[in-house]
């Protein structure tokens, strides 16, 4: 009651939020730590700690299989940035920049439509339109599958963003006679930068760390970097695998990094 009576509803005051967080904490980076720790470990087990090595990382970048599924999961990643960063800036400009028309709700409904869906149905929708159609690209089946579920994760950057930025440049633009395509390329997309880069940032650590719709429809000799760990798991967990694991991780951090700074900047 006494919170409560002095207006403040900050969370941490309350009995046990430390406590609690302190353990949710734990379990979500306790394991990542530990990976990180064991990749490495002279010794192949990944119980027993032994020595400091650098031998498992060397190991694992000279594999050709990881090399291969680094390259394809990069290659996928890079197109399905570019497709979903490109769709939804569109989707975002033609969602704020207008008056609200009937039927908006359900145009944010269906742009957000993969964050809602379960993932697993999202891939196995896929399969089976790819199936039905006839669609066999291989990689690009990937690519295709990537660029559509990483569209929301786009979005939402980009569209705070529009949110959030003065018009009254762009309607001096146009007083100043500048077309539209002119206001938007000289006026508009610099000031929206920041949210398409964290967008993009985003997108590509989604793309990148996506296994489930890749399982699904990627064919033969499309393997990327999450499947090609996830079937050497099954065989059993490695220092070599670990090494994997962390190298992917640490990219991920860098571009969440990245996409956190981005949007700190657009705040200032």
Known sequence: ??????????????????????????????????????????????????????????????????????????????????????????????TTRRERFRGLTACYALINSPLMIPEIVTAVALLSFFSLIGLHLGLGNVMIAHAVFCVPFAYLPIRARLHGMDTTLEQAAADLYADPVRAFRYVTLPLLMPGIMAGAALAF????????????????????????????????????????????????????????????????
């Open 1 to 94: 009651m006494a919170i409560l009576s002095r207006g403040s509803y900050d969370l941490k005051r309350y009995p046990g939020f430390g406590i609690m967080a302190a353990i949710c904490l734990g379990l979500l980076y306790l394991p990542l730590c530990v990976l990180v720790l064991f990749s490495f470990n002279e010794r192949r087990s990944v119980s027993n700690w032994s020595e400091f090595s650098l031998d498992w990382y060397a190991k694992a970048l000279a594999n050709d299989q990881i090399q291969q599924a680094a390259l394809n999961s990069f290659l996928v990643a890079v197109v399905a940035t570019i497709v979903a960063t490109i769709l939804a800036t569109a989707a975002a400009i033609a």
């Open 205 to 268: 650590v989604i793309s990148l760390d996506d296994f489930m719709i890749t399982q699904m429809v990627a064919s033969a000799g499309s393997t990327t970097l999450p499947v090609y760990i996830y079937s050497q798991v099954r065989m059993g967990v490695t220092p070599e695998v670990n090494a994997i694991s962390s190298i992917l991780l640490g990219i991920s951090i860098v571009f969440v990094s990245l996409m956190f700074l981005l949007r700190k900047r657009e705040r200032a």
